[in-house]
Protein backbone atom coordinates (compact mmCIF):
# COMPACT_ATOMS: atom_id res chain seq x y z
CA UNK A 1 0.00 0.00 0.00
CA UNK A 2 0.89 3.61 -1.06
CA UNK A 3 1.45 5.81 2.22
CA UNK A 4 0.63 9.21 2.74
CA UNK A 5 2.82 11.50 4.29
CA UNK A 6 3.65 15.11 5.83
CA UNK A 7 5.91 17.30 3.59
CA UNK A 8 6.64 20.92 2.88
CA UNK A 9 6.27 21.82 -1.09
CA UNK A 10 5.13 24.57 -3.05
CA UNK A 11 1.97 24.92 -4.35
CA UNK A 12 2.41 27.05 -7.78
CA UNK A 13 5.65 28.63 -8.90
CA UNK A 14 6.82 31.33 -6.69
CA UNK A 15 4.32 30.67 -4.23
CA UNK A 16 6.02 30.28 -0.51
CA UNK A 17 5.96 26.47 0.65
CA UNK A 18 3.25 25.35 2.82
CA UNK A 19 2.79 21.96 4.38
CA UNK A 20 0.74 19.06 2.13
CA UNK A 21 0.03 15.59 2.30
CA UNK A 22 1.75 13.47 0.08
CA UNK A 23 1.79 9.62 -1.23
CA UNK A 24 5.01 7.29 -1.18
CA UNK A 25 4.34 4.49 -3.28
CA UNK A 26 4.70 0.94 -1.86
CA UNK A 27 7.92 -0.66 -1.41
CA UNK A 28 9.07 -2.79 -4.72
CA UNK A 29 11.30 -5.80 -4.49
CA UNK A 30 14.24 -3.39 -4.44
CA UNK A 31 12.49 -0.16 -2.49
CA UNK A 32 13.89 0.78 0.95
CA UNK A 33 11.48 3.06 3.26
CA UNK A 34 13.07 5.99 4.91
CA UNK A 35 12.28 7.54 7.98
CA UNK A 36 13.46 11.07 7.20
CA UNK A 37 15.74 12.65 9.97
CA UNK A 38 16.99 15.83 8.04
CA UNK A 39 16.95 17.51 4.84
CA UNK A 40 18.74 20.81 3.68
CA UNK A 41 18.20 23.62 1.87
CA UNK A 42 20.17 24.00 -1.42
CA UNK A 43 19.98 27.01 -3.58
CA UNK A 44 19.14 24.92 -6.12
CA UNK A 45 15.88 23.94 -4.39
CA UNK A 46 14.87 27.90 -4.46
CA UNK A 47 15.95 28.49 -7.95
CA UNK A 48 13.52 25.70 -8.61
CA UNK A 49 10.34 26.53 -7.01
CA UNK A 50 10.67 30.01 -7.41
CA UNK A 51 11.17 29.03 -11.67
CA UNK A 52 14.64 30.46 -12.14
CA UNK A 53 15.10 27.36 -14.21
CA UNK A 54 12.24 27.12 -16.37
CA UNK A 55 9.21 26.48 -15.56
CA UNK A 56 8.55 23.59 -13.14
CA UNK A 57 5.90 20.93 -12.30
CA UNK A 58 3.45 21.61 -9.00
CA UNK A 59 2.53 20.95 -6.48
CA UNK A 60 6.73 20.27 -5.57
CA UNK A 61 7.87 19.41 -2.67
CA UNK A 62 11.86 19.80 -2.89
CA UNK A 63 14.42 18.43 -1.18
CA UNK A 64 17.60 16.45 -1.88
CA UNK A 65 20.08 16.40 1.08
CA UNK A 66 17.89 13.94 2.26
CA UNK A 67 19.05 11.92 5.66
CA UNK A 68 17.44 9.51 7.68
CA UNK A 69 16.55 5.90 9.00
CA UNK A 70 15.48 2.69 7.07
CA UNK A 71 12.45 1.19 8.58
CA UNK A 72 11.31 -1.44 6.38
CA UNK A 73 12.85 -3.10 3.21
CA UNK A 74 11.31 -4.86 0.03
CA UNK A 75 11.94 -8.39 -0.25
CA UNK A 76 15.00 -8.25 -2.73
CA UNK A 77 17.15 -5.63 -1.01
CA UNK A 78 20.75 -6.59 -0.13
CA UNK A 79 22.42 -3.64 0.57
CA UNK A 80 20.53 -1.53 3.30
CA UNK A 81 18.79 -2.94 6.64
CA UNK A 82 16.35 -1.66 8.86
CA UNK A 83 18.14 0.64 11.58
CA UNK A 84 20.47 1.74 9.01
CA UNK A 85 21.65 5.58 9.02
CA UNK A 86 21.30 6.33 5.25
CA UNK A 87 20.99 9.38 2.97
CA UNK A 88 19.89 10.22 -0.40
CA UNK A 89 21.07 13.31 -2.71
CA UNK A 90 20.03 14.80 -5.79
CA UNK A 91 18.43 11.54 -8.42
CA UNK A 92 16.70 8.43 -7.24
CA UNK A 93 16.78 6.47 -10.44
CA UNK A 94 19.31 6.23 -13.62
CA UNK A 95 19.07 3.80 -16.87
CA UNK A 96 22.03 2.08 -15.53
CA UNK A 97 22.98 0.40 -19.15
CA UNK A 98 24.60 3.50 -21.20
CA UNK A 99 28.34 4.22 -20.65
CA UNK A 100 28.06 7.02 -18.08
CA UNK A 101 26.02 4.67 -15.48
CA UNK A 102 28.43 1.41 -16.14
CA UNK A 103 31.46 4.23 -15.49
CA UNK A 104 29.55 5.41 -12.48
CA UNK A 105 28.75 8.66 -13.77
CA UNK A 106 24.97 8.16 -13.35
CA UNK A 107 24.43 11.93 -12.99
CA UNK A 108 25.30 12.54 -16.75
CA UNK A 109 23.12 9.01 -17.63
CA UNK A 110 22.49 9.31 -21.44
CA UNK A 111 18.49 8.44 -20.94
CA UNK A 112 18.59 11.25 -18.56
CA UNK A 113 18.74 10.49 -14.69
CA UNK A 114 15.54 10.35 -12.39
CA UNK A 115 15.90 13.49 -10.33
CA UNK A 116 14.95 13.37 -6.51
CA UNK A 117 11.89 15.91 -6.99
CA UNK A 118 10.25 17.95 -10.39
CA UNK A 119 11.07 14.95 -12.04
CA UNK A 120 9.01 11.81 -13.24
CA UNK A 121 9.95 8.34 -12.84
CA UNK A 122 10.61 6.05 -15.70
CA UNK A 123 7.35 4.31 -14.47
CA UNK A 124 5.41 7.59 -14.71
CA UNK A 125 5.09 8.03 -11.06
CA UNK A 126 6.01 11.20 -10.04
CA UNK A 127 9.18 12.06 -7.81
CA UNK A 128 8.54 14.44 -4.87
CA UNK A 129 11.69 16.01 -2.64
CA UNK A 130 13.21 15.27 0.89
CA UNK A 131 11.03 18.35 3.02
CA UNK A 132 8.82 14.78 4.16
CA UNK A 133 8.60 13.22 7.22
CA UNK A 134 9.03 9.29 5.11
CA UNK A 135 10.77 8.89 1.84
CA UNK A 136 10.85 5.52 -0.40
CA UNK A 137 13.97 4.74 -2.93
CA UNK A 138 15.60 2.26 -4.95
CA UNK A 139 18.39 0.64 -2.69
CA UNK A 140 21.40 1.43 -4.96
CA UNK A 141 20.35 4.81 -5.05
CA UNK A 142 20.42 5.38 -0.97
CA UNK A 143 24.12 5.99 0.41
CA UNK A 144 25.23 4.61 3.42
CA UNK A 145 25.90 7.90 5.88
CA UNK A 146 29.10 6.61 8.19
CA UNK A 147 28.67 6.18 12.00
CA UNK A 148 30.41 9.48 13.04
CA UNK A 149 29.13 12.02 10.98
CA UNK A 150 25.90 13.15 13.15
CA UNK A 151 22.54 12.76 10.64
CA UNK A 152 21.69 16.58 10.56
CA UNK A 153 25.21 17.39 9.35
CA UNK A 154 25.30 14.46 6.90
CA UNK A 155 22.07 15.90 4.95
CA UNK A 156 24.16 18.74 3.47
CA UNK A 157 27.09 16.43 1.82
CA UNK A 158 24.41 14.70 -0.36
CA UNK A 159 24.24 17.61 -2.48
CA UNK A 160 26.70 20.78 -1.14
CA UNK A 161 29.30 17.79 -0.54
CA UNK A 162 29.39 16.17 -3.46
CA UNK A 163 28.72 19.03 -5.74
CA UNK A 164 32.45 20.11 -5.22
CA UNK A 165 34.31 17.03 -4.16
CA UNK A 166 33.85 15.94 -7.60
CA UNK A 167 35.40 18.55 -9.48
CA UNK A 168 38.03 19.02 -6.97
CA UNK A 169 39.06 15.27 -7.27
CA UNK A 170 38.68 15.31 -11.25
CA UNK A 171 40.75 18.61 -11.29
CA UNK A 172 43.30 17.12 -8.91
CA UNK A 173 43.34 19.29 -6.22
CA UNK A 174 45.63 18.37 -3.67
CA UNK A 175 49.55 19.13 -2.58
CA UNK A 176 51.06 21.67 -4.59
CA UNK A 177 47.69 23.29 -5.92
CA UNK A 178 46.63 26.84 -5.89
CA UNK A 179 42.62 26.47 -5.96
CA UNK A 180 40.07 29.63 -5.41
CA UNK A 181 36.76 29.07 -4.13
CA UNK A 182 34.52 31.98 -5.37
CA UNK A 183 31.44 32.24 -3.06
CA UNK A 184 31.48 30.89 0.45
CA UNK A 185 27.67 29.46 0.71
CA UNK A 186 26.13 25.79 1.24
CA UNK A 187 28.40 24.92 -2.12
CA UNK A 188 31.58 27.33 -0.85
CA UNK A 189 32.20 26.40 2.61
CA UNK A 190 32.14 22.68 1.81
CA UNK A 191 34.33 23.00 -0.91
CA UNK A 192 37.03 25.29 1.20
CA UNK A 193 36.98 22.10 3.80
CA UNK A 194 37.27 19.56 1.26
CA UNK A 195 39.90 21.44 -0.68
CA UNK A 196 42.02 21.92 2.50
CA UNK A 197 41.60 18.21 3.28
CA UNK A 198 42.99 16.81 -0.33
CA UNK A 199 45.75 19.32 0.31
CA UNK A 200 45.17 22.00 -1.96
CA UNK A 201 46.58 25.55 -0.79
CA UNK A 202 42.99 27.40 -0.62
CA UNK A 203 41.67 31.18 -1.07
CA UNK A 204 38.73 32.04 -1.02
CA UNK A 205 37.23 34.78 -3.34
CA UNK A 206 33.93 36.28 -1.74
CA UNK A 207 31.72 39.62 -2.08
CA UNK A 208 33.49 41.19 1.11
CA UNK A 209 35.97 40.42 4.13
CA UNK A 210 32.49 39.40 6.01
CA UNK A 211 33.37 35.93 6.09
CA UNK A 212 37.29 35.95 6.66
CA UNK A 213 37.74 35.09 9.70
CA UNK A 214 35.33 31.88 8.86
CA UNK A 215 36.77 31.09 5.85
CA UNK A 216 40.22 30.60 7.58
CA UNK A 217 39.15 28.45 10.52
CA UNK A 218 37.54 26.18 7.56
CA UNK A 219 41.00 25.76 6.27
CA UNK A 220 41.77 28.30 3.52
CA UNK A 221 44.92 30.15 3.47
CA UNK A 222 43.62 33.39 2.32
CA UNK A 223 40.82 35.49 1.59
CA UNK A 224 40.25 38.28 -0.84
CA UNK A 225 37.31 40.34 -1.55
CA UNK A 226 35.64 40.25 -5.44
CA UNK A 227 34.52 43.51 -4.81
CA UNK A 228 37.90 44.99 -4.56
CA UNK A 229 39.66 45.70 -8.19
CA UNK A 230 42.78 45.20 -6.20
CA UNK A 231 42.30 41.77 -5.85
CA UNK A 232 42.40 40.90 -9.66
CA UNK A 233 45.72 42.70 -10.20
CA UNK A 234 46.97 41.04 -6.68
CA UNK A 235 45.90 37.59 -7.86
CA UNK A 236 46.21 37.65 -11.82
CA UNK A 237 47.11 34.28 -13.17
CA UNK A 238 47.27 32.71 -9.55
CA UNK A 239 45.29 29.45 -10.00
CA UNK A 240 45.62 25.98 -11.20
CA UNK A 241 41.66 25.76 -10.23
CA UNK A 242 39.20 27.97 -9.64
CA UNK A 243 35.68 26.18 -8.37
CA UNK A 244 32.92 28.92 -9.04
CA UNK A 245 29.60 28.20 -6.60
CA UNK A 246 28.03 31.81 -6.94
CA UNK A 247 23.98 31.25 -7.34
CA UNK A 248 24.24 35.09 -9.24
CA UNK A 249 25.99 36.10 -12.47
CA UNK A 250 30.12 36.66 -12.14
CA UNK A 251 32.62 38.35 -14.22
CA UNK A 252 33.67 35.34 -16.20
CA UNK A 253 36.56 37.29 -17.53
CA UNK A 254 37.76 38.82 -14.21
CA UNK A 255 38.00 35.43 -12.67
CA UNK A 256 39.37 33.85 -15.83
CA UNK A 257 42.27 36.57 -15.38
CA UNK A 258 43.00 34.97 -12.04
CA UNK A 259 43.62 31.39 -13.74
CA UNK A 260 47.14 29.99 -14.30
CA UNK A 261 48.24 29.30 -18.05
CA UNK A 262 46.54 25.61 -18.50
CA UNK A 263 44.75 26.20 -15.47
CA UNK A 264 40.62 25.64 -15.36
CA UNK A 265 37.53 27.72 -14.06
CA UNK A 266 35.20 25.07 -12.96
CA UNK A 267 31.71 26.05 -13.03
CA UNK A 268 29.41 24.11 -10.90
CA UNK A 269 27.02 27.30 -10.20
CA UNK A 270 23.97 27.88 -11.92
CA UNK A 271 22.52 31.26 -12.33
CA UNK A 272 18.78 31.94 -13.65
CA UNK A 273 20.21 34.06 -16.62
CA UNK A 274 23.54 32.71 -18.30
CA UNK A 275 27.04 34.11 -17.96
CA UNK A 276 29.43 35.51 -20.69
CA UNK A 277 32.89 35.40 -21.61
CA UNK A 278 35.33 36.31 -24.38
CA UNK A 279 37.29 33.36 -25.69
CA UNK A 280 40.59 35.89 -25.40
CA UNK A 281 40.21 34.79 -21.92
CA UNK A 282 40.82 31.74 -22.42
CA UNK A 283 43.12 31.30 -25.07
CA UNK A 284 45.53 34.00 -24.18
CA UNK A 285 46.92 31.28 -21.44
CA UNK A 286 45.21 28.23 -22.63
CA UNK A 287 43.07 28.13 -20.07
CA UNK A 288 39.51 25.81 -19.84
CA UNK A 289 36.11 26.88 -19.12
CA UNK A 290 34.16 24.08 -17.37
CA UNK A 291 31.14 22.64 -15.55
CA UNK A 292 30.40 19.78 -13.39
CA UNK A 293 27.11 18.35 -11.92
CA UNK A 294 26.60 16.61 -8.56
CA UNK A 295 28.55 13.36 -8.47
CA UNK A 296 28.09 9.11 -9.08
CA UNK A 297 26.71 7.24 -6.56
CA UNK A 298 29.97 5.41 -6.28
CA UNK A 299 31.72 8.57 -5.53
CA UNK A 300 29.03 10.07 -3.24
CA UNK A 301 29.93 7.29 -1.10
CA UNK A 302 33.51 8.06 -1.39
CA UNK A 303 32.96 11.52 -0.15
CA UNK A 304 31.11 10.42 2.46
CA UNK A 305 33.63 8.27 3.64
CA UNK A 306 36.32 10.72 2.59
CA UNK A 307 34.24 13.58 5.37
CA UNK A 308 34.03 10.56 8.74
CA UNK A 309 37.64 10.36 7.90
CA UNK A 310 38.83 13.51 8.00
CA UNK A 311 36.34 14.61 10.52
CA UNK A 312 34.93 17.40 7.95
CA UNK A 313 30.62 18.57 8.57
CA UNK A 314 29.24 21.29 7.09
CA UNK A 315 28.50 24.16 9.38
CA UNK A 316 24.48 23.64 10.09
CA UNK A 317 21.60 25.72 11.45
CA UNK A 318 18.68 23.63 12.34
CA UNK A 319 15.40 24.84 11.28
CA UNK A 320 11.77 24.05 11.87
CA UNK A 321 9.69 23.64 8.68
CA UNK A 322 7.66 26.61 9.86
CA UNK A 323 10.91 28.85 9.04
CA UNK A 324 11.82 27.56 5.38
CA UNK A 325 10.28 30.24 3.62
CA UNK A 326 12.33 32.63 5.86
CA UNK A 327 14.84 30.67 5.54
CA UNK A 328 14.75 30.49 1.38
CA UNK A 329 15.21 34.73 1.19
CA UNK A 330 18.00 34.62 3.68
CA UNK A 331 20.06 32.26 1.45
CA UNK A 332 19.13 34.48 -1.67
CA UNK A 333 20.71 37.30 0.79
CA UNK A 334 23.62 35.54 1.13
CA UNK A 335 23.11 35.70 5.09
CA UNK A 336 23.01 31.80 5.60
CA UNK A 337 26.49 30.58 7.92
CA UNK A 338 26.38 28.26 5.50
CA UNK A 339 23.75 25.49 5.32
CA UNK A 340 20.16 25.12 6.97
CA UNK A 341 18.82 22.30 7.95
CA UNK A 342 15.23 21.40 8.22
CA UNK A 343 14.35 19.31 11.64
CA UNK A 344 11.62 16.48 9.44
CA UNK A 345 10.33 16.16 13.37
CA UNK A 346 8.89 19.53 12.48
CA UNK A 347 7.26 18.64 9.26
P1 LIG B 1 24.31 29.63 -1.43
O1 LIG B 1 24.41 28.94 -0.13
O2 LIG B 1 23.30 30.70 -1.63
O3 LIG B 1 25.80 30.18 -1.75
C1 LIG B 1 26.07 30.99 -2.86
C2 LIG B 1 27.14 32.01 -2.46
O4 LIG B 1 27.39 32.81 -3.62
C3 LIG B 1 26.70 33.02 -1.42
O5 LIG B 1 26.89 32.58 -0.09
C4 LIG B 1 27.61 34.20 -1.72
O6 LIG B 1 28.91 33.97 -1.18
C5 LIG B 1 27.71 34.15 -3.22
N1 LIG B 1 26.75 35.06 -3.84
C6 LIG B 1 25.40 35.08 -3.71
N2 LIG B 1 24.86 36.08 -4.43
C7 LIG B 1 25.87 36.68 -5.06
C8 LIG B 1 25.95 37.77 -5.95
N3 LIG B 1 24.85 38.44 -6.32
N4 LIG B 1 27.17 38.11 -6.40
C9 LIG B 1 28.27 37.46 -6.01
N5 LIG B 1 28.25 36.41 -5.14
C10 LIG B 1 27.06 36.03 -4.67
O7 LIG B 1 24.01 28.59 -2.59
P2 LIG B 1 24.46 27.05 -2.74
O8 LIG B 1 23.38 26.18 -2.21
O9 LIG B 1 25.84 26.91 -2.27
O10 LIG B 1 24.39 26.89 -4.34
C11 LIG B 1 25.22 27.68 -5.16
C12 LIG B 1 24.86 27.51 -6.61
O11 LIG B 1 25.23 26.19 -7.03
C13 LIG B 1 23.38 27.62 -6.93
O12 LIG B 1 23.22 28.27 -8.19
C14 LIG B 1 22.92 26.18 -7.02
O13 LIG B 1 21.77 26.00 -7.80
C15 LIG B 1 24.12 25.57 -7.67
N6 LIG B 1 24.25 24.12 -7.51
C16 LIG B 1 24.81 23.44 -8.53
C17 LIG B 1 25.01 22.08 -8.41
C18 LIG B 1 25.68 21.31 -9.50
O14 LIG B 1 25.56 20.09 -9.53
N7 LIG B 1 26.42 21.97 -10.36
C19 LIG B 1 24.60 21.41 -7.24
C20 LIG B 1 24.06 22.16 -6.21
C21 LIG B 1 23.88 23.52 -6.35
P3 LIG B 1 29.82 35.18 -0.65
O15 LIG B 1 28.98 35.91 0.35
O16 LIG B 1 30.98 34.49 -0.07
O17 LIG B 1 30.18 36.01 -1.82
ZN1 LIG C 1 21.59 20.84 -4.33
Known amino acids: MATTVSAWGAPAGKAPLEKMQIERRELGEHDIYIDVKYAGICHSDIHTVRDEWGPANYPLVPGHEIAGVVSAVGNGVTLHQVGDLV ?74 GITVYSPLKHWNAGPGKRVAVVGMGGLGHMAVKIAAAMGADVTVLSQSLSKLEDGLRFGAKEFYATSDPET ?37 GAPENPDTYSAFSLIGGRK ?30 VISAESINEAYDRVVASDVRYRFVIDAATI
Open 232 to 268: FTTLAGSFDMIINTVAANIDINATLSLVKRNGSLVLV
Open 288 to 317: SLAGSMIGGIEETQEMLDFCAEHNITPEIE
Open 87 to 160: GVGCFVDSCRECAACREGDQQYCEKGMVGTYNATHYSGEVAQGGYAQGHVVDENYALKIPASLPLDKAAPLLCA
